[in-house]
Structure formats: structure tokens, C-alpha cells
């Protein structure tokens, strides 16, 4: 007798089907996760995965437009060039905003200095956001910085709301404000990083650039 064979095939997931799936579930996380309780560490993971999120959606927009963020691609072609520097941090995630689902993930829980808004319609700015733009981000600098904590300080001094450009060699570091002198960065690979103020130097040479801009909301 002749073993049968089954005429079905496993078909692996693709990689934008892995993607939507690890989407799905951070949000799933954040919902199972009260945004306002728990220990200092439960509030980092939150942010954590906050930034995660917004690393996927990042991948996401840029997917259907040749590999480019917002802040590459001209105002009249729907992106945020020019349009994100200075005080317009929020701007950025505005336009991508269908893909976001929830203003709630672009506030960290440590962060007493914003609260999250309720949707993108209604008077949603900077005062909803807890996270700064990576303006030099793109796919070919995969460790520039994308996104993440906002709560720099630059010779003791905590920077201020506009455009922030930092280097390695500048006395930049995490403020006490958040996650105890440390905070967590999103790459343009889409990869977090919880950093120290020891590390946080390093990780701006793994960049691959000179300078960083970053706007501050």
C-alpha cells in the first residue's frame, strides 16, 4: 500500500503578516496594562512597548512609500518634511495617525510632565506626546534614532520643547523626571534600547551619524 500524502502545504507567515501579529499583540499589552498604575519597572516596559509600537508603524507607513518616514517625504506628498523641526514634533505622528489606532501609546506613564489625549481630532499637540522625532531617521542609518524619551538635559539644564541636535561629545543626559536618570530609545531597525546616562554616549556613536536631530515636543 502506497503511504498517502496530504495535497496541503504550510505556508509560513511573511514578514509583514510576523509584523502585524507582534503589533497586534503589544496592543493587546498595552490594554491589559493600566497605563497610570504599578512599580517604576512596570512603567518602563509600558514605554518600552509604547515605542515598540511605534517602530512598527514607522515600518509600516514607510512600507507603502518606497522605504521613506514621514519626515523624507514633502507636506504635499502627505509627509512631514520640514514641517517636524522645532516645536512641530507632533505633527509627525499626526500623519500617521490612521495607522497609530491610539494617541495613548505616544505617552509614557512615568511621564507627569503630559498626559495621553483621547484621540488625534481633537486639540491633540505636543502636550500629548512624551517622545521626541528622530529627524535624521531613515532605512540606511538603521541605528539612527527614530524615537523615544524626551526628558534630556544638557549640562543639568532640562532641554526645552523645539529642535534639539546632539553628539556624542555634548554632556547630554537622562533627567531624574522619568525612569531614574535613564530612558529607553527607539531605533529606525525598529529595536529599543533602555539606556543608562553611562551608555547613552555610546549609543549615539552607534548611530553612524555626527550629529542627531531630534525634535522635542
Not at 131 to 147: E, I, K, P
Request: charged share 15%.
Amino acid at each position: 500500500m502506497k503511504p498517502s500524502h496530504s495535497h496541503q502545504r504550510n505556508r509560513a507567515f511573511t514578514l509583514v503578516e510576523l509584523l502585524i501579529v507582534i503589533f497586534l499583540l503589544a496592543i493587546l499589552a498595552a490594554m491589559l496594562l493600566p497605563a497610570g498604575s504599578g512599580s517604576v519597572k512596570a512603567k518602563r516596559i509600558f514605554c518600552v512597548n509604547n515605542l515598540r509600537q511605534i517602530g512598527l508603524v514607522y515600518c509600516f507607513w514607510a512600507g507603502d512609500r518606497g522605504g521613506k518616514y514621514p519626515m523624507d517625504i514633502s507636506v504635499t506628498n502627505g509627509g512631514t518634511m520640514g514641517l517636524a523641526d522645532g516645536r512641530n514634533a507632533w505633527i509627525n505622528f499626526f500623519v500617521m495617525s490612521n495607522l497609530l489606532y491610539t494617541p495613548k501609546i505616544l505617552h509614557c506613564p512615568a511621564d507627569m510632565g503630559s498626559f495621553a489625549a483621547t484621540n488625534f481630532s481633537s486639540g491633540f499637540n505636543n502636550q500629548n506626546i512624551s517622545y521626541f522625532v528622530g529627524l535624521n531617521a531613515d532605512t540606511n542609518h538603521t541605528q539612527a534614532f527614530l524615537a523615544g524619551d524626551d526628558n534630556f538635559e544638557i549640562g543639568g539644564v532640562p532641554v526645552k520643547s523645539g529642535l534639539l541636535e546632539i553628539s556624542s561629545n555634548m554632556p547630554i543626559a537622562w533627567s531624574a523626571a522619568r525612569h531614574k536618570f535613564g530612558g529607553n530609545i527607539g531605533l529606525a531597525d525598529g529595536s529599543v534600547q533602555s539606556v543608562n546616562n553611562i551608555d547613552l554616549p555610546k549609543l549615539l556613536d552607534q548611530s553612524g551619524l555626527t550629529t542627531n536631530r531630534l525634535a522635542i515636543p
